[in-house]
């Protein structure tokens, strides 16, 4: 079993920046591939970012290319997304998720992942 839990949410002004943090536990952090997501209300849940077990590939939403970093610590068993240039439009709850896929595996889809934690709350004012 693994446990997901992120921490970084908060309220920032427009223009400003958030660095998201997932800290990982049960399993072999190194063995999966992660991912961050985000939902906003109403809406569906979106691909945001991922990232290979390795670290040695991402994938990017295209909403969010060029703003947003993913990483990891795999010492730290922590999944982290640094967020720049924020707007009113990422306004979300933000999801890590975490699955053992095989090789260098990036998944876009939310039924790709089997572990997912409970959320944080981003919130961009103007």
């Known amino acids: 079993q693994v446990q997901l839990v992120e921490s970084g949410g908060g309220l920032v002004q427009a223009g400003g920046s958030l660095r998201l943090s997932c800290a990982v536990s049960g399993r072999t952090f190194s063995s999966y591939a992660m991912g961050w997501f985000r939902q906003a209300p109403g809406k569906e849940r979106d691909f945001v970012a991922a990232i290979t077990w390795s670290g040695g590939a991402t994938d990017y939403a295209d909403s969010v290319k060029g703003r947003f970093t993913i990483s990891r610590d795999n010492a730290k068993n922590t999944l982290y997304l640094q967020m720049n240039s924020l707007q009113p439009e990422d306004t979300a709850v933000y999801y890590c998720?975490?699955?053992?896929?095989?090789?260098?595996?990036?998944?876009?889809?939310?039924?790709?992942?089997?572990?997912w934690g409970q959320g944080t709350q981003v919130t961009i004012s103007l």
């Open positions: 998720a975490a699955e053992p896929f095989p090789s260098s595996t990036l998944a876009r889809g939310t039924d790709e992942y089997g572990y």
